[in-house]
């Protein structure tokens, strides 16, 4: 077994950021839980998942992230979204 150490103020930021995550997966699981159905658009999804447009047209092009496409605009189902989250997580 390999024992890595960290610093203390590494080991904050990086929990402060499992904290948002967390945060933000619990308000799209509420959000499903309401029944609100709430779709989300490219900025959304970008400031969710914390990606450039670009790599969510590639996801959207490799069929990692389901969508629907009204006039020219992409919308996404939020427990879609929750999905790519947790597999972007086990990686």
Known sequence: MEIVNIEARTF?????????????????HS???????????NQDVCL???ISKRT???YRDNGT???SQVNHKMYYKP??????MCKLLAK
Not at 31 to 41: I, N, P
């Open 79 to 84: 427990n879609d979204i929750e999905q790519v």
């Open 56 to 58: 969510l047209q590639t």
């Open 48 to 50: 969710i998942l914390n």
């Open 31 to 41: 959000e499903q839980d309401k029944g609100l159905k709430k779709w989300l658009d």
């Open 12 to 28: 904050e930021a990086m929990m402060s950021r499992f904290d948002a995550l967390e945060k933000k997966m619990n308000s799209l």
């Open 65 to 67: 992230l389901p969508y």
